[in-house]
């Protein structure tokens, strides 16, 4: 027997939906741009130092096989043959102290950028606590009659902190990204076909994000109803 229960559960969700909003909505994510205006030199900062920080990981497998190819090979070569080492022992000392170079840029470009990222992060979700209680302020008594207080404190507490973990997320994985898409460029070009059994396994990693995102969404809005 039926008793309407699957008819029950979609207008549920249907008004979840209206209620509490969709999970992703680019109308919400438009109007958080004023919020972002005001720090967006260090959004530039941020950027720039993530390409620089990018840059010099990738550098480091390429460093290493430099010097292994040209002054260690030729130089093992040469030994074999008697030669002088001082010219292939000044190369080295120069690579090395390259590659110190190479890691102290990684490692002040990376802290700059989360740095960066974390004001930016916390300026807008202070901006957007104070603009909305603010307007919860301005609320006439009839609203708050009218308005269940777990919602509210939903809107205020649960969507604002929602808001922070997103930000600390968006740090995270934009330098992941930047740092997984030069790795696969210098895959590529190091070795081609190796690059291209590295990346077979791609479409199996977006299959289980998709399937995962149809139940992540499923889960998310139903906690918020909860919560309310």
Do not use: C
Request: charged letters at 20%; proline letters at 3%.
């Amino acid at each position: 027997m039926n008793l309407g229960l699957g008819h029950m559960s979609a207008s549920r969700g249907q008004v979840d939906e209206e209620v509490f909003g969709s999970v992703y909505d680019q109308k919400v994510i438009l109007r958080l741009l004023p919020y972002i205006k005001p720090y967006r030199f260090l959004v530039i900062v941020s950027l720039i130092a993530m390409l620089i920080y990018t840059v010099t990981l990738v550098a480091v497998p390429w460093l290493i096989q430099w010097g292994i190819d040209n002054p260690i090979k030729e130089g093992m070569e040469a030994f074999g043959r008697e030669e002088p080492l001082d010219d292939y022992i000044r190369v080295l000392n120069i690579l090395f102290i390259v590659f110190i170079a190479n890691a102290l840029i990684n490692w002040g470009t990376n802290y700059l950028q989360q740095y960066a990222m974390q004001k930016v992060g916390q300026g807008v979700l202070f901006r957007l606590r104070r603009a909305l209680f603010g307007h919860v302020q301005k609320q006439s008594l009839s609203y708050f009659d009218n308005t269940e207080v777990g919602r509210l404190m939903s809107r205020v507490q649960g969507d604002v902190g929602q808001l922070q973990e997103f930000a600390a997320l968006v740090v995270m994985s934009l330098g992941e990204l930047l740092s997984l898409v030069g790795i696969v460029i210098a895959l590529l070009l190091m070795d081609l076909e190796l690059g291209l059994i590295t990346m077979a396994v791609l479409p199996v990693l977006i299959a289980v994000m998709v399937i995962w995102q149809k139940y992540a969404k499923k889960t998310f809005s139903e906690i918020r109803r909860r919560i309310s």
